[in-house]
């Protein structure tokens, strides 16, 4: 049983597309994320959600729009793509600690 | 600003090496702090975790990490690396008070056989 799940695994798409990225988790945690990974492997934090309320919003283009409809799912909508959106995208869930678990990353190629 | 760094950016040893991996936090208060790995095309897996308590903590595949609250320091270790220790590192911190978890640029470690 997979604990955190995101989908597409793989998404390619041309500049100027919308796409939407989703993310569940079964672990009960209240606490989720979506982190983005540059080419250099560099984390960047993007968003955090608390049991859907929105907590952290990063430095992040106004075209990146999350919604989290409950505290099981955090999905990531991305309006207008842009070449340099290219990198894998990856959804996680904490725990109280800090502890986070990750799903498998979408790479996302803008082209 | 809240931040988690590493020094080494790329590491590459031999069979049997022993690793040490440094990690330092500029963080107030209590801070949790965490070793994720990422094998090649895979997603993050934790590696070992620190809240409190013995600063020398052990984790999963002979990894250990020891905490020095005087250094900011959470450096990883372990004795003897193998051909499947290849990957990338992470560092990562959280404080009790911002519970955002914010991680280190990463190192690559290149195990060679």
């Known amino acids: 049983d997979t604990a955190v799940s995101q989908t597409p695994k793989y998404l390619v798409t041309q500049m100027g597309n919308d796409k939407s990225i989703k993310c569940e988790q079964n672990l009960g945690h209240d606490t989720m994320y979506w982190y983005k990974q540059d080419s250099k492997k560099f984390l960047k934090i993007m968003f955090s959600?608390?049991?859907?309320?929105?907590?952290i919003n990063e430095t992040v283009p106004n075209r990146f729009s999350p919604k989290s409809p409950d505290k099981a799912h955090l999905n990531l909508h991305i309006n207008s793509l842009e070449l340099g959106d290219s990198a894998v995208y990856f959804c996680?869930?904490?725990?109280?600690?800090?502890?986070?678990?990750f799903g498998q990353g979408t790479r996302l190629t803008v082209v | 600003a809240q931040s988690v760094s590493q020094h080494n950016h790329h590491v590459i040893l031999s069979e049997a090496a022993s690793l040490e991996l440094g990690c330092n936090y500029s963080y107030g208060g209590t801070v949790n702090l965490f070793w994720y790995v990422q094998y090649p095309g895979q997603h993050l897996q934790l590696l070992l975790k620190y809240f409190s308590g013995d600063p020398l903590v052990k984790g999963i595949k002979g990894f250990e990490a020891e905490f020095i609250k005087s250094k900011f320091s959470f450096n990883l270790r372990k004795p003897s690396v193998q051909w499947s220790d290849t990957a990338e590192y992470f560092c990562a911190a959280v404080s009790g008070n911002t519970g955002k978890l914010i991680f280190g640029q990463g190192t690559t470690l290149q195990v060679k056989p």
């Open positions: 996680a869930s904490s725990q109280e600690t800090g502890e986070a678990f």
């Open positions: 959600y608390n049991n859907k309320e929105l907590i």
